[in-house]
């Protein structure tokens, strides 16, 4: 834990690899010092078809699952973290979002 995923427009990879881009957000996730390296999961899904603001807009949102348990401010500043890294990285894209919830511990599984 935390699943962290990327949604971007596909465009968004001409600017930094979706290596790079996966990196980047588990290193701040990590640097949070709420979740273990290991547990931290990074997925990333470009998008060929899609509209920011009603164009064609490159776009970046992360959604962040993590267990619940965590204080909304540890949550905000998770949240504020990786919108700032990725307003460093790509700031020529308008459209950057980050949502951090929670999942609940009763009935999350896993192997």
Do not use: W
């Not at 949604?7 to 709420?34: G, I, M, P, R």
């Not at 905000?76 to 307003?87: G, H």
């Not at 700031?91 to 192997?111: G, L, W």
């Amino acid at each position: 834990m935390p699943h962290a995923i990327i949604e971007c427009s596909k465009d968004v990879l001409k600017l930094h690899s979706s290596q790079t881009l996966c990196e980047e957000v588990h290193k701040v996730t990590f640097a949070s010092n709420l979740f273990g390296e290991r547990d931290i999961k990074v997925r990333l899904l470009p998008f060929e078809d899609y509209l920011a603001g009603g164009k064609r807009e490159d776009f970046i949102h992360i959604t962040a699952y993590i267990l619940a348990g965590r204080t909304t401010d540890q949550k905000a500043k998770l949240s504020s973290s990786i919108l700032e890294r990725m307003s460093d990285l790509f700031p020529q894209v308008e459209f950057i979002t980050v949502d951090v919830r929670d999942i609940d511990r009763e009935i999350y599984a896993k192997r």
